[in-house]
């Protein structure tokens, strides 16, 4: 496999915020603690206290969670190793965290994951006296089910529809049934990849009850010999070690005032991400998930009758803290409470609004974690390679919008001057000329000559146009290259990993798939990477 790379900043699909933090700017260094590289680590794990008590409460959760899940830790070492490994004072966590995408949705749901592990792998080697686990945080309280219900494969949109309502983990499986049959008609070969994503869609969606169990099994099944631990978040005594910052939230509203605060500092530079409400937690229900609204003495569960007084709310608080779920502004904090945790790898706008918390996390005492980047990838198979190969073009103009890529290999690769641009520069010059004996000679005249010059520029650029459109019908078979290229790579002219599913990738590699990418990523990186097949 060939490894090509380019810096994420060259690139055009990442935000300001993204690039000014991987260089470190001073606009952005007051909104987190520490610097995204690997010499942080040795400060991170310094000041990490993490209870005793609270690795008990987290150990027994997860065992709890996989054995409800109905997967059987003796079945796999490495994470039955990594999760009781977690008791040990010298033993932190590598998170990142997404959505309950269907059968993973986009790509970089397992980018993501391979990044986490691949930084666990690079500390251990650094501090070999310390364990590192890889942890993926499932957000099973998240309610859009609009953005999980499907995925994409060969550009084809595979979906789930269902009525129900409320935290998507909840969620039960009925109707995927069909949905797999869809799927299994859209596999184009019957080869051994094929039948191995059938089998890993069976076993994880028709064979579980809850989408939460489904993509647990899932996930399991792709990383659990990399000790991968899969971590829900929607659970009783999880929450119960957070009760104390949810109080605070319900009681001073205290993350609106902090978040706000942040927010108008950081927004004089970066558009904000996410804008805190007064409170920003839900209150959990079956089959819902409505924001707590204060109002007045009470407080209202948003589209519903349910009302609290403060007493009832926080003694709801106190026996049911699963029933109140963090949003996108305090999932963060609640993360970091539970969890004996050093970094967090996520995408450009989940990093976006964790610039936005760092004075909630010194309000609560909570250290902040090193925030990375995680791993962008890119696979070209082989008739994408040849093309790219046969068309000369490199790294950097791939990322050209189609319509100009196409306009700039025929103005390149071609013998005339398309553009015409020695034509315009004797125009330039001639009119200018001109101008300057008009002014000599009547200054009014000027702006008359003036226009004269912006029509006749505008008719060379009419001649170029038409040069580049008959070029262009003259090298039909160039031009459609690049169109397929930019069609199958860039999708809707976006990247690969935001809208293919690794379905895709994994007809191609099979079960290489992922040690590929474990061989070839590395983290942190300033580059975006591109793998040829």
């Keep these: 496999m060939e490894v090509d790379c380019i810096p994420f900043s060259e690139t055009g699909y990442f935000s300001k915020i993204v690039n000014d933090y991987l260089e470190e700017s001073e606009k952005i260094k007051?909104?987190?603690?520490?610097?995204?590289?690997?010499?942080?680590?040795?400060?991170?794990?310094k000041n990490k206290q993490f209870p005793k008590e609270s690795r008990e409460v987290l150990v027994a959760s997860l065992i709890k969670q996989y054995e409800n899940g109905k997967l059987n830790l003796k079945?796999?070492?490495?994470?039955?190793?990594?999760?009781?490994?977690?008791?040990?004072?010298?033993?932190?966590?590598?998170?990142?965290?997404?959505?309950?995408?269907?059968?993973?949705?986009?790509?970089?749901?397992?980018y993501k994951i391979v990044s986490v592990i691949k930084l666990c792998k690079r500390l251990k080697e650094l501090h070999p006296e310390k364990n590192f686990v890889p942890i993926y945080w499932m957000a099973t309280e998240d309610h859009d089910f609009a953005e999980?219900?499907?995925?994409?494969?060969?550009?084809?949109?595979?979906?789930?529809?269902?009525?129900?309502?409320?935290?998507?983990?909840?969620?039960?499986?009925?109707?995927?049934?069909?949905?797999?049959?869809?799927?299994?008609?859209?596999l184009e070969d019957y080869s051994g990849n094929a039948e191995n994503l059938k089998k890993l869609f069976r076993d994880s969606y028709l064979k579980n009850s809850t989408l939460a169990a489904a993509t647990?099994?899932?996930v399991n099944q792709l990383f659990s010999d990399q000790g991968l631990v899969v971590l829900d978040g929607d659970d009783h005594f999880l929450k119960a070690e957070f009760s104390s910052v949810m109080k605070d939230e319900l009681l001073n509203e205290i993350s609106s005032k902090l978040v706000g605060d942040t927010s108008q500092k950081l927004g004089k530079s970066y558009k904000i991400q996410v804008n805190p409400r007064e409170i920003n937690l839900f209150y959990l229900q079956e089959n819902a998930r409505n924001r707590i609204v204060k109002d007045g003495e009470t407080y209202k569960i948003h589209d519903t009758e349910l009302v609290f007084s403060e007493v009832e709310l926080l003694s709801e608080l106190e026996l049911h803290p699963e029933n109140f779920s963090p949003n996108v502004l305090l999932r963060p904090v609640y993360q970091e409470c539970i969890l004996p945790n050093l970094a967090y790898i996520g995408g450009g706008g989940e990093l976006a609004y964790w610039f936005q918390l760092k004075s909630s996390f010194v309000h609560f005492d909570i250290p902040m974690p090193v925030l990375l980047l995680r791993n962008s990838v890119m696979f070209m198979n082989s008739k994408q390679h040849k093309y790219f190969m046969n068309l000369n073009l490199s790294l950097g103009q791939l990322f050209i919008r189609k319509g100009d890529l196409i306009k700039k290999w025929l103005v390149d690769s071609a013998s005339e001057d398309l553009l015409l641009l020695k034509e315009k520069e004797k125009l330039n010059k001639l009119f200018d000329s001109m101008i300057d004996k008009m002014q000599a000679i009547d200054a009014s005249l000027t702006e008359h000559t003036k226009a004269s010059k912006v029509k006749q520029l505008k008719a060379l650029n009419s001649i170029s146009d038409k040069?580049?459109?008959?070029?262009?019908?003259?090298?039909?078979?160039?031009?459609?290259?690049?169109?397929?290229?930019?069609?199958?790579?860039?999708?809707?002219?976006?990247?690969?990993?935001?809208?293919?599913n690794f379905s895709l990738i994994y007809m191609q590699l099979?079960?290489?798939?992922?040690?590929?990418?474990?061989?070839e990523l590395k983290l942190p990186t300033k580059d975006f990477t591109v793998l040829k097949t």
């Design 148 to 186: 999980v219900n499907h995925f994409f494969y060969q550009g084809e949109r595979i979906s789930w529809d269902t009525e129900q309502k409320g935290a998507v983990g909840r969620m039960n499986l009925d109707g995927l049934d069909s949905v797999f049959k869809l799927f299994e008609k859209s």
């Design 467 to 500: 040069l580049i459109r008959t070029k262009r019908k003259q090298s039909e078979t160039a031009t459609n290259q690049i169109s397929y290229l930019k069609d199958k790579l860039f999708p809707n002219e976006g990247l690969q990993e935001r809208r293919d």
């Design 216 to 218: 647990r099994n899932l």
């Design 30 to 45: 007051p909104f987190y603690q520490y610097s995204p590289k690997l010499d942080s680590f040795s400060e991170v794990i």
């Design 510 to 519: 099979g079960e290489d798939f992922i040690p590929r990418l474990l061989e």
């Design 75 to 110: 079945k796999f070492d490495a994470v039955s190793t990594n999760i009781y490994v977690l008791n040990d004072p010298n033993t932190f966590t590598i998170t990142t965290g997404h959505q309950l995408c269907l059968f993973t949705g986009p790509l970089y749901f397992i």
